[in-house]
């Protein structure tokens, strides 16, 4: 058999680096799979090595929101990386960037940017920290905040992919400092807090659960969040590196009118670029180094480059609020295909959707919960990959992320997608 350019370039990628990829899940493990190394990207297609055309429904796992290469976004990086690619100075189009977050996230008062959604949810916590004196947070089963030592601790995404529940590495002190409760189970919020409650610095959660899977949050269960912290003194933080921008210009804290403390943002904030920010009430985020005793710093954050593709992408976004109506529907009519196929085949699945994200997880359901979650049907997530792949269709290589529908995506997209899942169904129901 004819070795594929990927599976050579695959092969040489792990001589160099650990599972030859610069972050797990792109490694195809959990499919059996090698992946593919991708050459080009535009709209709402990417291309590998090989020649080989997908409609790409991963996005570069989420910022993507306008399809690759968008002309308006790569002209404003160029005009950029033109006039220098960093200067570790202030510049104009930073404040600017800020301004814009504040008159759209409804928490924003203040606004720091980073590098990174790990960078941001790290500082977040610390900034929390400093600013009620107290050491313990509170995460959820299954939520993914990033690698940082304290959050890999019954993480989501690519650590439930490779089964890993926690991260060698991490010293148990600071796992310790760790509270886990479970998604949608407010039982196990009240239980933590009547007994921890006076020394928990910060909850942090993903409004939208998009690194398990894509897990709603039941009706109520964000404004109880928010009322039990506001109860205790303690700093709610919206992990939205996925929903920030996604389900509306405001996020998850627009979509569900649940306003939290703090908020981390990434993927479309930087408009693909690596950039990312946290944000929130003035007297926490005046806590933050030089203005407060909470240091946090970065040579690159406000990347030029990276805050002119944000800028970009943020302007296209505020100037077409339609954009999210259209992506709305998108996602609705690719829900509408699984449920027909898995109904019309005889495929046990369950469809879970908010706005442009979605999963099907190969399981009854529902799934609400990390314990949902774990009772898919691996083996059958791989047959299914595999003939999406077949067919044309680039999703994420894992049971457990999310589908990102995106302006890109027009109508031929749509029915190809869906006539490829309706094939990939049909196989499993044989």
């Known amino acids: 058999m004819k070795i594929t350019n990927s599976e050579r ?34 709209g709402s297609k990417i291309y590998d090595v090989d020649d080989n055309e997908y409609i790409d429904f991963v996005g570069s796992w989420g910022p993507m929101i306008l399809g690759h290469a968008r002309d308006e976004v790569v002209e404003a990086v160029c005009r950029a990386a033109k006039l220098g690619t960093s200067y570790g100075a202030p510049t104009g189009a930073e404040t600017e960037l800020a301004q814009h977050i504040v008159d759209a996230v409804p928490c924003a008062e203040m606004v720091r940017l980073v590098n990174s959604g790990t960078e941001a949810v790290m500082s977040a916590v610390r900034a929390a920290r400093g600013y009620t004196g107290r050491d313990l947070i509170v995460k959820f089963e299954g939520c993914y905040h990033g690698h940082s030592d304290g959050l890999l601790v019954k993480a989501g995404s690519g650590l439930l992919t490779e089964n890993v529940p926690t991260s060698a590495g991490v010293p148990a002190a600071f796992a310790a400092a760790t509270l886990t409760a479970d998604f949608n189970d407010e039982k196990s919020v009240r239980e933590i807090f009547a007994e921890y409650g006076e020394n928990i610095a910060a909850l942090i959660v993903e409004p939208v659960a998009a690194n398990m899977g894509v897990v709603p949050p039941k009706p109520g269960f964000l404004e109880f969040l ?37 908020a981390t943002l990434g993927k479309i904030v930087g408009g693909g670029m690596p950039m990312a920010a946290y944000c929130g009430r003035k007297e926490i985020m005046s806590m933050v180094s030089p203005q407060g005793p909470v240091y946090q710093a970065g040579t690159l954050s406000g990347n030029p480059a990276a805050v002119a593709a944000g800028l970009a992408t943020l302007n296209i976004l505020k100037a077409h609020p339609e954009v999210y109506k259209a992506i709305d529907q998108k996602g609705a009519m690719l829900e509408a295909a699984y449920v027909k196929a898995a109904k019309d085949h005889c495929v046990e699945a369950c469809v879970n959707r908010v706005g442009s994200l979605l999963s099907v997880f190969f399981t009854k359901g529902p799934v609400e919960t990390y314990k949902d979650v774990t009772k898919s049907n691996l083996s059958m997530f791989r047959q299914y990959f595999a003939s999406m792949m077949e067919s044309g269709i680039y999703i994420a290589p894992s049971q457990f992320e999310s589908m990102f529908v995106g302006a890109a995506h027009g109508d031929e997209d749509l029915k190809k997608t869906a006539a490829a899942i309706d094939r990939a169904f049909a196989s499993l129901g044989e």
């Open 226 to 262: 928010r009322t039990i912290t506001r109860k205790y003194g303690t700093v709610l933080i919206f992990d939205e590196v996925i929903t920030g921008f996604r389900l509306a210009l405001g996020g998850a804290q627009e979509y569900y009118n649940v306003t939290p403390d703090m």
């Open 9 to 42: 370039m695959f092969e040489q990628a792990c001589r160099l680096m650990p599972g030859g990829v610069n972050s797990p899940v792109r490694a195809f493990r959990a499919v059996e799979m090698t992946p593919r190394f991708i050459k080009m990207a535009k």
